[in-house]
């Protein structure tokens, strides 16, 4: 029972000292603190998963698979691990592998929002632009002020050709970041698109304050 205790303690600072390793763009120490902890317990999803991390960053893809499914095998609601997974199969281009480990993420927890931003930029790489947008929104439900998911859904939307919704999307981003110079340049383009020319006009003038650059070199775009 000591003994036990004693090596799942002993595990976790190993874990620990990894992460700070980790943390510290020292990376090989890293490793060497994971494998000891996993030494001590086998079966330390979170030691797993994190030695993946680095294996996916070193671009050892099929050691990181290796290693979130042994995390995956020890914790099969490590949602971290799900994800993890699926990034490294996006990677490699295996989508439909991907895909099927985010939604086992989103699954998990359907209120993850890394999960729904996964499948909204997997979505959006496989031109399936309404099923991107359906994630995206999820995220706002659960963070309307994520101005980088913000402008992402514009954008799309811009695509779609839907510029009225994209356009309600680019205002909320300049409402949480004013500065955001290339969705005012996207809110400038949607507007001149409805034949709202003078409110374009003013977002171009904005975009020209704020970067210097030329007012009539930006209203070149107009048509």
Known sequence: MNMT?????EAQTHLEQGNVLLKQGLLTEAITCYQQALTLNPNYASAHNNLGTIFSQLGRFEE???CYQQALRADSNYVQAYSNLGNVFSG???LEEAMNC???ALTLNPHSVQAH???GALFTKRGQLAEAVAHYQQILTLNPKD???CSRL???LWKMGKLTEAIAGFQQVLTINPHEVQTRIFLALSLTSLGRVAEAIA???RVANDTMMPTAALLLTLN
């Open 5 to 9: 205790t004693n090596a799942t303690t």
């Open 64 to 66: 990181a698979i290796a």
């Open 92 to 94: 490699m281009g295996k």
């Open 102 to 104: 985010y939604q086992h």
């Open 117 to 119: 931003n996964n499948l």
């Open 147 to 149: 101005a980088e998911v």
């Open 154 to 156: 514009g954008t799309i």
């Open 203 to 205: 977002h171009y003038r």
